[in-house]
């Protein structure tokens, strides 16, 4: 008795140290157990008790347990545990179980405590015990096997001697993190072990199951077991591919082995990584007062997701990319909510003197933004990312290869898409199953804006460079609203595979190529990706703004209008959700207003008969990006306010009809998630919300009928509508320059050129130049789906068509009013010499631009 009063003032003196300089975070959910005994739900017949389960053996681990489960008002893991006669000093033991006595032959036998509570579960089967793994890490980094700083100073997966524990608590007792796993019935693991391991003991199997199982959730946090850049770059060197690739390469450019190897040597130190926890440690701390500073807040959605598959997947970060902020964002992100960075494909553009090195520290590795023609290169490329696969390390990449210049995501690049799943089929089998997680960044204001703007107007993209970061951060002072990520539904690729009957497909070597359909099921990865994101997408204020003042007439409107419009599209959204993952504002319309005013990107003029808002001075064509953003959850309400307004009335049936012909080419420029089977019912559930709102119409629920004109309710038609205007605007001006040259007349190129040119003009013509309408890629993306859908044939370059696109064509009265048609047609009608004049000033304008960016 004196002992065990010994042993608990002892303990009580050392919780009490402890709780000086130690304050652990918790990650993830509290178990819901209360009290020492509780009846289970599966057997009303069966008591059950809670024991704490930790991996390797530690005091300090156990006080800081204690103190948690004290604290979160559980059951306390240093008390006795009680089950009935049986008594128990403590309610926790160590997996790793340190046998101190002199003659101890194992220093980590069975835990004595398991082995006892397995035999009086076994002798008892009226009770149970919950057995609650739990893990303790001190600081978290991957281990760098020749550095002193990690050997001494960090957590790691190797077990940390008595001295190195005492570092550990002075140095990261503020950085100490508990995360408590989901609960183990004990009984139903001895009756698995019995049953598939029966020549094993009860005690041996469950030892090896939570250890495993540990070792996952430890992983998650902080990575596999990395080595460091030396030792990297030793094994890629080793490597039997890429040794046969510097032999080809010896051979084809003419050049001794000793040469190529250096050339391999010199590609990989540009690539690879030299991940550092100081780094991330420096980071966390920059970037907490960055955000401060120039955000009001980052709002996070649907992590949860990204943690539970964490333990079982090898995770790839897919985001979109509106900023080079979302690199540091989204890093931040994962590293405050308790996961591994992730190792970051990042261009060589951001390889600059210090800022380079900063980002290796973080996870970033290096990727020319073309490598085509360079096999040594390619080689040595995919042979490093095959080795960060191999080791199950998350990965992030940007499935549009660019930051997009217009708000809306841009066609996939499918590069690092297809040379991840090259490398995941070389290790088939032996790593993890991949996931995609498509992530949604929102912004409310962005840093490069004007730059975004000032390239798409035709000023040549500027190369970044430490200056240029100087003047970005400069801007710290302002401020940019708040920002979002939101983590979208994660797409499998071994379903994606299944899919494409690719699943049973294995690659061998480094230069084997990938299959048709395993490419297949890469190229439907990509788009559903871009789907996901959009499917997560955060409509806040500023979008929302942004959305129906550029669809008004010189983008002002009273103030009790746009109140007015502003409830009804949060009333459409949150009525009709575009996905379950999309994130809508709470704020009213009024607060929305207040939020624009503040961030100064709209106005308030005052007016005796009401108060007028506009776009502030010079911002319209930015807040077309922010538009942008959201424009696909809105497309569907749009294009409904945008037929039964021009036609007056139209028929329900007329209205779905035209709606599903011009769908395609709506869905192909902004990834919306609708296919054939469930396009229709949308468009249903959106026109009755449309009538429920008040927007339109019906007397039979077959007509659909526009409010009257000089109505405000007709004000609000017009505003809806103006959303889809500028694509089927762009859409009817590239088939009028199609037929009006005839078929067999024009190239594909050509097009996109006078598509380009006149999508110039048109802007013009707005009260903003919008310099997102003569976005090329949205030409090539709707000349695509005409060819898919076989409207048009490309024959030698040129496009070719019959009757049928003709007809199409002049179906344009049903979705453009008169002025618009006459508008169009007057521009798309031009002879040849001034179709071969247009051309030649954008090819000469063009090599000037190209000219001026390599001085």
């Given amino acids: 008795m004196p002992k065990r009063s010994f042993g608990q003032i002892y303990r009580r003196l050392s919780s009490k140290v402890l709780d000086l300089v130690v304050k652990p975070r918790v990650l993830g959910d509290v178990p819901t157990l209360h009290i020492a005994e509780q009846v289970t739900p599966q057997n009303n017949d069966i008591k059950t008790v809670v024991c704490y389960v930790l991996q390797t053996y530690s005091r300090s681990n156990a006080l800081v347990l204690d103190g948690e489960t004290r604290r979160l ?49 076994e002798a008892n089967p009226d009770i149970d015990i919950q057995l ?60 698995t072990a019995k049953q598939t391991h029966p020549n094993l003991s009860p005690a041996t199997y469950i030892v090896n199951h939570l250890n495993q199982y540990l070792d996952r959730q430890r992983e998650a946090v902080l990575g596999p077991d990395l080595s460091d850049r030396r030792n990297v770059i030793q094994s890629l060197m080793k490597s039997p591919d890429l040794e046969e690739s510097i032999r080809r390469e010896s051979i084809r450019s003419k050049i001794s082995l000793f040469e190529a190897q250096r050339r391999a040597v010199g590609y990989i130190n540009e690539i690879v990584s030299d991940y550092s926890y100081s780094t991330i440690r420096f980071g966390d701390m920059a970037l907490t007062r960055l955000w401060t500073q120039l955000y009001d807040g980052v709002e996070v959605h649907n992590f949860n997701t990204v943690r539970e598959l964490a333990k079982d997947y090898e995770i790839i970060y897919t985001p979109c990319h509106r900023s080079h902020i979302d690199y540091l964002l989204l890093s931040y992100i994962i590293h405050r909510r308790g996961l591994m960075v992730p190792y970051i494909a990042a261009g060589d553009n951001l390889n600059l003197p210090l800022v380079g090195q900063f980002l290796r520290g973080g996870g970033a590795f290096f990727i020319r933004r073309s490598f085509r023609g360079n096999g040594l290169y390619t080689s040595v490329f995919k042979e490093y990312l095959y080795s960060i696969v191999s080791r199950n390390t998350p990965l992030e990449y940007f499935i549009e290869g660019g930051r997009s210049r217009t708000g809306r995501l841009l066609p996939p690049k499918t590069g690092m898409l297809a040379m991840t799943v090259h490398s995941h089929l070389r290790n088939k089998g032996k790593n993890k199953p991949i996931v995609f997680i498509p992530t949604y960044i929102g912004y409310e204001r962005l840093m490069e804006g004007a730059t975004y703007i000032g390239e798409l107007q035709g000023k040549p993209k500027e190369a970044e460079s430490v200056l240029g970061l100087i003047k970005t951060v400069r801007k710290i002072e302002r401020i940019f609203g708040q920002v979002h990520l939101n983590f979208g539904e994660p797409v499998f690729l071994d379903d994606m595979l299944k899919q494409h009957q690719a699943d049973h497909i294995r690659i061998e070597k480094n230069d084997d190529p990938i299959p048709t359909e395993v490419s297949e099921a890469i190229t439907s990865s990509a788009y559903q990706i871009l789907e996901k994101i959009n499917n997560a997408v955060v409509i806040n204020p500023v979008t929302l703004l942004s959305l129906i003042l550029l669809s008004t007439e010189k983008h002002t409107v009273s103030e009790e209008l746009l109140i007015k419009q502003l409830n009804t599209y949060l009333s459409i959204v949150r009525e009709v959700p575009y996905d379950e993952r999309t994130e809508i504002t709470p704020f009213s319309g009024q607060k929305i207003i207040e939020h624009g005013l503040k961030l100064k ?51 329900r049936t007329d209205l779905v009809n035209v709606m599903v012909t011009l769908y395609p080419f709506l869905k192909a420029e902004l990834f919306t998630k609708w296919d054939s089977t469930t396009l229709a019912p949308a468009i249903e559930q959106y026109i009755d919300q449309l009538i429920k709102v008040g927007i339109i119409s019906t007397d039979d629920n077959i007509h659909l009928i526009s409010p009257k004109p000089n109505t405000e309710t007709h004000d609000q038609i017009l505003i809806l509508a103006g959303s889809v205007k500028q694509s089927l605007e762009r859409y009817y001006m590239i088939l009028a320059i199609i037929t009006q040259r005839g078929s067999g007349n024009i190239s594909v190129k050509q097009v996109e050129d006078l598509g380009y040119l006149l999508g110039q003009r048109l802007s013009v013509l707005y009260e903003y130049n919008s310099p997102d309408f003569f976005d090329k890629s949205l030409f090539q993306s709707f000349l695509k789906v005409l060819t898919q859908k076989g409207y048009i044939r490309v024959q030698q370059g040129l496009i070719e068509f019959d009757q049928y696109l003709t007809k199409t064509a002049q179906y344009a009265n049903l979705v453009l009013d008169d002025t618009k048609l006459n508008m169009l047609k007057h521009i798309t009608q031009f002879s040849d010499t001034e179709l071969q004049e247009a051309l030649s000033a954008l090819a000469a304008d063009n090599a000037k631009r190209r000219s001026r960016k390599k001085k």
Wanted: proline share 6%.
């Fill in 132 to 191: 609650i793994p739990v893990t303790v890490l001190w600081g978290r980094s991957p281990d760098k096997e020749n550095s002193l700083f990690k050997l001494l100073f960090t957590d790691t997966w190797a077990t940390p001697s008595k001295v190195k524990q005492l570092v550990n608590i002075g140095l990261h007792g503020r950085q100490t993190f508990l995360e408590f796993h989901h609960q183990h019935s004990l009984r139903a693991l001895i009756t």
């Fill in 601 to 651: 990107l709209i106005q308030r003029v005052p007016h005796a008969l009401g108060d007028i808002i506009a776009i502030a001075d010079d911002q319209a064509v930015l807040l077309t990006y922010f538009r942008n953003n959201i424009l696909h959850a809105f497309i569907l309400p749009s294009l409904i306010a945008s037929l039964v307004d021009l036609n007056g009335e139209i028929a």
């Fill in 73 to 121: 008002k559980l059951h306390p893991a240093l008390e006795p545990l009680q089950l009935e006669q049986h008594r128990e000093n403590t309610s926790v033991f160590f997996l790793q179980h340190q046998d101190t006595s002199y003659l101890a032959k194992h220093k980590h036998a069975l835990p004595p405590k398991l082995v006892r509570l397995i035999d009086f579960i």
